[in-house]
């Protein structure tokens, strides 16, 4: 099952568990997006329908962020004319949740939650390592060249 949807002037083909990266989206303040301009529906037969309105594209917003640097460059050879601007196009991470036409519904299934790994405890470490400082044996220190005698150092003048 898939649906072609418009969305921010493009159309993007979507299946349920599909995570786009759209143009900047606004969407309620509980995460979901909802997208009525569905183009086309293709169910599990393989049967592609026209819907008129009834269908419906829901997703949950999963971030936002900016993607990579774009450079422009404008040059004209021989006028000394060089110009270079710099642009990151903004973006909403939507996921596909659930795709509704004609009294079907398909559904994504749900992301694993996400469990937070319990922190190591530093004071075994700092004993670790200092059983292993112990351990070593003592490097013997490599005795420094020496100085050179400075005979032209106070040169007396005797009159």
Do not use: C
């Amino acid at each position: 099952m898939y649906a072609v949807i418009r969305a921010g002037g493009k159309q993007y083909r979507v299946a349920p568990g599909d995570v786009l990266r759209l143009e900047t989206q606004t969407g309620s303040g509980n995460g979901k997006v909802e997208f009525n301009d569905v183009l086309a529906v293709s169910s599990s037969e393989g049967q592609i329908a026209r819907p008129d309105s009834k269908a419906l594209v829901t997703g949950e917003v999963l971030g936002e962020g900016r993607a990579k640097k774009v450079l422009v460059f404008h040059y004209k050879k021989k006028k000394q004319y060089k110009k270079i601007a710099g642009h990151r196009q903004p973006f909403t991470s939507v996921r596909i949740t659930d795709i509704a036409f004609d009294g079907q519904k398909f559904t994504a299934p749900e992301l694993p939650k996400k469990e937070a790994k319990p922190k190591k405890a530093a004071a075994p470490k700092a004993e670790a390592a200092a059983e292993t400082k112990a351990a070593k044996p003592a490097a013997k220190k490599k005795s420094a060249a020496p100085k050179r005698s400075a005979a032209k150092k106070g040169s007396s003048k005797k009159k």
